[in-house]
C-alpha cells in the first residue's frame, strides 16, 4: 500500500467528473493458443498440415528471418517483426534463412474481427511496448491454467494489439531492411507452380496429371519430390487447398452450396461435401452455420 502512496498523491482534481479518458480503439481476444517453432522443417509441414483454421495467428519472428506468404503475397520479416494471419488465409513460409529458427505464435479467436482489418498484410514492427506484453503472455502461458490467469492472458493478448496498432503507422517499412531471404530451391519451386495451377479456372489445371505434365515429370515423380520437401503427400495438399477456396466461397451467403461446389472444381455436391467432410470433421452446411454466419447481437 505505501508503493502507491506517491503518485496518489500527485493526482490533479479531475476537472470534469463526468467526461474521462476514452479508448480510441479496442479488440478482444479469447482462446489463446501459444508455441514455439524452433526448425524450418516443422513450420513449414505443420503450415501445410493446417491451413483450415478459423483463428487469428500472429507470427513473431524472434530469430531469424523469413518470409510469410499469406493468400500469395509474400511479407518479409525480420528478427523483431511479425504479421497476423487471418481466419481462413492461405498461408505457407516459402523463405527461411536458416533450419534452426525462433518463431512465436500466438493465436486467438476473437468476437471483433472488424477490428484487425488494419493489420492485413502488413508487416509489424514489434515496439519496446509490444515485447513487453509479449514478456506478459509468455510467463502466464507458462503458468498451470487458472481462470484469473486465463483472464489475464486475453487481456494481456488484447493489450499487445493495441501497442502494435500504434507502431502501425510510424515504423511499418513495406521493404525487408537488406537483401530478403532466397526463396528458391527445388521444393519452394514446385510448390509454386502447384499453387500456380490450383489457382487456374481450368479445373483440369487442379488435377495432378496436369501439374506434372507442366513440370514435365511423372505423376509419381512429382508425388515423391513433394512429399520429400513437405512431408506430406500432394493429394493431402491439393484436398486442403480446395478446402480453403471453398472456405473462402461460402462467406459469401448468396453462393449457394453447389455453387461453391462447381467453382472448386468438384463434379457434384455429394462429392464435394465428403471431401470437406473429411478435411474439416463438418458438412459445409454445419460448418457455415457454425463458423460463417454472422453472429446474433439481439
Not at 498451470?144 to 493489450?159: F, G, Q
Request: positive net charge; hydrophobic residues 35%.
Amino acid at each position: 500500500m505505501p508503493a502507491l502512496l506517491p503518485d496518489a498523491d500527485r493526482l490533479p482534481e479531475p476537472a470534469n467528473y463526468f467526461q474521462g479518458r476514452r479508448r480510441e480503439w479496442s479488440c478482444q481476444a479469447d482462446n489463446v493458443v501459444i508455441f514455439l517453432r524452433k526448425t524450418r522443417t516443422t513450420l513449414q509441414r505443420k503450415a501445410l498440415e493446417s491451413n483450415q483454421h478459423h483463428r487469428f495467428v500472429l507470427v513473431a519472428a524472434l530469430e531469424s528471418p523469413g518470409v510469410v506468404s499469406v493468400d500469395h503475397r509474400e511479407i518479409h520479416l525480420a528478427p523483431g517483426r511479425a504479421v497476423l494471419v487471418f481466419p481462413y488465409q492461405f498461408h505457407y513460409y516459402p523463405g527461411l534463412s536458416s533450419e534452426k529458427i525462433r518463431w512465436l505464435f500466438v493465436s486467438f479467436e476473437s468476437d471483433t474481427p472488424e477490428a484487425f482489418e488494419p493489420f492485413r498484410f502488413q508487416g509489424i514492427r514489434l515496439t519496446d511496448g509490444a515485447l513487453d506484453c509479449l514478456g506478459h503472455i509468455l510467463r502466464l502461458a507458462l503458468k498451470k491454467p487458472h481462470a484469473v490467469r486465463d483472464n489475464l492472458l486475453a487481456s494481456e493478448t488484447a493489450t499487445l494489439f493495441i501497442h502494435l496498432k500504434a507502431g502501425l503507422g510510424r515504423h511499418n517499412p513495406a521493404k525487408y531492411p537488406g537483401s530478403p531471404p532466397q526463396t528458391g530451391g527445388e521444393g519452394m519451386r514446385i510448390l509454386a507452380g502447384v499453387n500456380r495451377c490450383l489457382g487456374l479456372d481450368n479445373r483440369k489445371g487442379h488435377g495432378i496429371p496436369h501439374i506434372a505434365q507442366e513440370y514435365g515429370l511423372s505423376e509419381g515423380r512429382l508425388r515423391f519430390l513433394f512429399r520429400r520437401h513437405f512431408g506430406m503427400s500432394l493429394g493431402a495438399y491439393i484436398r486442403g487447398h480446395l478446402t480453403h477456396q471453398a472456405i473462402g466461397l461460402m462467406k459469401n451467403p448468396h453462393l449457394a452450396l453447389y455453387e461453391v461446389a462447381d467453382r472448386c472444381g468438384f463434379t457434384s455436391l455429394a462429392t464435394f461435401s465428403r471431401s470437406f467432410k473429411k478435411q474439416t470433421g463438418l458438412s459445409p452446411s454445419h460448418f457455415r452455420t457454425r463458423h460463417l454466419r454472422p453472429k446474433s447481437t439481439g
